[in-house]
Nanobody
Framework: QVQLVESGGALVQAGGSLRLSCKGSGRAFRTYNIGWFRQAPGKEREVVAAIWWNGGRTYYADFVKGRFTISRDNAKNTVSLEMNSLNPEDTAVYFC?????????????????WGQGTQVTVSS
């Protein structure tokens, strides 16, 4: 079993930056692919970025390419999401999830574990 805890969400002005962290428990965390998703009010949860279990492969949604960077440190059981050039459309609750299935990395329904989420609010 894997437990995930997100942190780093905050209120930031447009154009600003934030760094989100996803802290996992247990050695099993290192065997899971980790995805960052976001969910705005009234909208479905959507994938933002994902990283392979060993960091060897990454995925980014088109709307964050060039602005967000995902990374992981398995020695610290942590996956980070560096977010730059934030705009109000990035406002959402951000969740990290764990899945063994890289082929389904964009599908929230294929994730086995989720954190509780962290709020990101970007003001204009």
């Amino acid at each position: 079993q894997v437990q995930l805890v997100e942190s780093g969400g905050a209120l930031v002005q447009a154009g600003g930056s934030l760094r989100l962290s996803c802290k996992g428990s247990g050695r099993a965390f290192r065997t899971y692919n980790i995805g960052w998703f976001r969910q705005a009010p009234g909208k479905e949860r959507e994938v933002v970025a994902a990283i392979w279990w060993n960091g060897g492969r990454t995925y980014y949604a088109d709307f964050v390419k060039g602005r967000f960077t995902i990374s992981r440190d398995n020695a610290k059981n942590t996956v980070s999401l560096e977010m730059n050039s934030l705009n109000p459309e990035d406002t959402a609750v951000y969740f990290c999830g764990a899945t063994l299935r890289w082929a389904a990395i964009q599908n929230a329904g294929d994730y086995d574990y989720w954190g509780q989420g962290t709020q990101v609010t970007v003001s204009s």
